[in-house]
């Protein structure tokens, strides 16, 4: 069993759906999630940073984080054609060590 | 903009050869990471430097790869008799707040 598990989709919505994107993972130790984006041939957009538990929103992106469950969830409202891309959820387990990183989701958004 | 800049972008080489890749990262963080990155999978950790010191490094990093980081300031990554399977993107990332890592655009090389 992989540290960090994400479903590699692909995931298909329609413009203006909202969109799940989740991971599980099975260090208890994490406490740093974050969620990246990544579009083909480039480098990943860090997109939400938490840390611990929590609900944590930035415009259209809420990330949340369940450690109980050990469940992460990254909610994308009102979705664009801009929003299709590979998203990527990473954990570590303090800061200045390395991001341990999921397979990525990808996601596409028509118009 | 000051993100983290890589160089070169694309590096196509002949198995065997020797290469060499940039990371400039944001000027005020101290630590930079290098990962590897193969199609359809998360980046992966090679190694970690604060400031010049290396302070961890992957099992993936193999006695072929060196990486360094004179002054603090820019990093290498040296990849010695290159082999097909080397063939990824390489990225750094230079981590500002707690954990929060800021990649660059990556280098992309094929070793045939």
């Known amino acids: 069993q992989k540290e960090v598990e994400q479903d590699p989709g692909p995931l298909s919505v329609p413009e203006g759906a909202i969109v799940s994107l989740n991971c599980t993972y099975s260090?208890?130790?994490?406490?740093?999630f974050m969620w990246y984006r990544q579009y083909s041939r480039k480098g990943p957009e860090l997109l939400m940073y938490t840390y611990s538990s929590g609900n944590k929103e930035d415009g259209r992106f809420t990330a949340q984080v369940d450690k109980s469950s050990k469940y992460i969830s990254l909610f994308i409202r009102d979705s664009q054609p801009s929003d299709s891309a590979t998203y990527l959820c990473a954990m570590s387990e303090q800061a200045g060590t390395a991001l341990i990183f999921g397979k990525g989701t990808t996601l596409s958004v028509s118009s | 903009d000051t993100g983290v800049s890589q160089d070169p972008r694309h590096k196509i080489t002949k198995r065997g050869q020797n290469v060499t890749f940039r990371c400039d990262p944001i000027?005020?963080?101290?630590?930079l990471y290098w990962y590897r990155q193969t199609l359809g999978q998360g980046p992966e950790f090679l190694t970690y430097?604060?400031?010049?010191?290396?302070?961890?490094k992957s099992r993936l990093l193999s006695d072929r790869f060196s990486a360094e980081r004179p002054k603090g300031s820019f990093s290498t990554l040296e990849i010695q008799r290159t082999e097909q399977g080397d063939s990824a993107m390489y990225l750094c990332?230079?981590?500002?707040?707690?954990?929060?890592?800021?990649f660059g655009p990556g280098t992309r090389l094929t070793v045939l």
């Open positions: 990332a230079s981590e500002g707040g707690p954990a929060t890592q800021y």
């Open positions: 000027s005020e963080h101290n630590r």
């Open positions: 260090n208890s130790a994490f406490q740093y």
């Open positions: 430097f604060q400031n010049e010191a290396q302070l961890e």
